[in-house]
C-alpha cells in the first residue's frame, strides 16, 4: 500500500496482471469483472468480500476459470453498478477506505440478485 498524506492508497493492480486481463477472453465475465475494477481502482479482497469468496477466487475469476452459475447474475450486476458509478464520476476511489465505503454501499444490491 501506497501512503499520500494520511491517506492509505490502494495497492494498484500490476502492470502484468493488467496485460494478461486484455489477453484475456473479452466475453468471459472474470475477465470483464477484473477490468472493471482495475478501472474503478477496487482491491480484489474487498472484491472478494462483497461477493462472499476468497481473494484466490476472484483472481482465478479474473483469469478466466469457472465460475458458478449463482454468482454470474451478481457479477452482471456489479459491473452495471460499477459502470454507472464511473459514469457519474464516483470512481476511481482514491483510497482503500474509499473502496470499502463503496462496496459497503453496493453489497446490499448484490444480495438480492
Known sequence: ME?????????????????????????SKGVQLGKICVKAGLPAKYVANVFGVSRMSIHGWFRGKIIRN??????DKFIKLVNNSLADGDL??????QAKIYLATIKPNLIRV
Open 70 to 75: 449463482k454468482n454470474i447474475a451478481k457479477i
Open 92 to 97: 476511481p476511489v482514491a483510497t482503500i477506505e
Open 3 to 27: 501512503k499520500r498524506g494520511e491517506e492509505i492508497m490502494p495497492r494498484p493492480y500490476s502492470d502484468k496482471f493488467i496485460l494478461g486481463l486484455n489477453k484475456g477472453n473479452p466475453k
